[in-house]
């Protein structure tokens, strides 16, 4: 079974600049869900997607985080524009709902 | 915010040796709790999960103990191998909150010397 796909792995970009993330999960899992890792820290969600709808974003910076899940299954994460405190590995996780998440390789993120 | 941390942040322990992580965590309407493994570069990896009707639950070299009476969480890793240094994360999720959502904590970084 393929795991959790994630692209690009690095990204450095000056501040004030857009990104994009992108994810591919595992298929047949309805949820998906963006993390942000800051450096020591566990993972912090962002936001949470059942199929194509939001179910949580909470936590989500909505003056410059978005993300979306066209079709249900494909998903970006985009930051416009970046901050310092931006700097993180994001993560992408999918499950099937209150069972394990299957974590991607992350996107490691630097903004300078 | 975060009810899930961690007693210590680093362990090392030398190989061949038992290995036990602990967790601390306040929510009392916590239900499901999840260990994960991270290595460095890569992705949490699922380890051993337990809901809170249970209070030991085993799997391949490790055991899960859940103490709901001090809120405790512990991870013991038996026959600790090079591998198995990375750092490990308790994660839960909090009844009533949003099914699938997790709380993490900090995570301990565990050094298994040769």
């Known amino acids: 079974e393929a795991g959790v796909a994630q692209s690009p792995r690095y990204k450095i970009i000056e501040k004030r600049q857009s990104v994009a993330f992108w994810c591919n999960p595992i298929s047949g899992h309805a949820t998906l869900y963006w993390y942000q890792q800051i450096l020591g820290q566990g993972p912090k969600l962002l936001i949470q997607f059942q199929n194509n709808g939001v179910v949580d974003d909470s936590q989500l910076p909505k003056d410059r985080f978005s993300a979306e899940r066209l079709k249900g299954v494909d998903s970006t994460l985009k930051i416009q524009p970046a901050k310092l405190e931006d700097s993180a590995v994001y993560l992408c996780a999918s499950g099937r709902g209150q069972e394990e998440q299957y974590f991607g390789p992350g996107t490691r993120l630097t903004v300078t | 915010g975060e009810s899930v941390g961690l007693h210590l942040p680093t362990l090392s322990v030398q190989e061949g040796d038992n290995s036990i992580i602990n967790c601390a965590y306040s929510n009392s309407a916590s239900d499901y709790f999840i260990w994960y493994k991270q290595e460095s570069g890569k992705g949490p990896q699922f380890i051993i999960d337990?809901?809170?009707?249970?209070d030991k639950r085993q799997g391949q070299r490790v055991t899960v103990l859940l103490n709901k009476t001090v809120k405790h969480l512990s991870l013991q890793i038996a026959a600790t191998q090079p591998g198995d240094s990375a750092v490990y994360f308790c994660?839960?999720?909090?009844?009533?909150?949003?099914?699938?959502?997790?709380?993490f904590g900090r995570g301990t970084q565990l050094t298994v010397w040769p």
């Open positions: 337990i809901r809170s009707n249970m």
């Open positions: 994660a839960e999720n909090i009844r009533g909150s949003t099914l699938g959502r997790l709380y």
